[in-house]
Nanobody
Framework: VQLQASGGGSVQPGGSLTLSCAASGRTSTFSTMAWYRETPGNDRDLVAIISRGRGIKYDDSVKGRFTISIDDAKNTLYLQMNNLKPEDTAVYYC?????????WGHGTLVTVSS
């Protein structure tokens, strides 16, 4: 399985971006799909996760601003990001779990700056 993330870019504070993560496999077979983000010198942190049968969870820092979703017909994971803040600047990675395998896409850079 390969994951291809896209949609990153530069945006001003308050702006919006939508990240996409296209999977080469069927997303309906994954037990979880998620978005993580990483900044230099820091760990890769969970932003949002969809678990089959257990719903959706968000990091407190993005609740009310970000929305994670999956389109199984397109085998694509999305992250709609609204009201972006400078502290959202990071490289964003998509992740999929298909036990016992754990897949990662290449990162896509999001820069929020005025």
């Amino acid at each position: 399985v390969q994951l291809q993330a896209s949609g990153g870019g530069s945006v001003q504070p308050g702006g919006s971006l939508t990240l996409s993560c296209a999977a080469s496999g069927r997303t309906s077979t994954f037990s979880t799909m998620a978005w993580y983000r990483e900044t230099p010198g820091n760990d890769r942190d969970l932003v949002a996760i969809i678990s089959r049968g257990r719903g959706i969870k968000y990091d407190d820092s993005v609740k009310g601003r970000f929305t994670i979703s999956i389109d199984d017909a397109k085998n694509t994971l999305y992250l709609q990001m609204n009201n972006l803040k400078p502290e959202d600047t990071a490289v964003y990675y998509c992740n999929a779990v298909q036990c016992p395998y754990d897949y990662w896409g290449h990162g896509t850079l999001v820069t929020v700056s005025s």
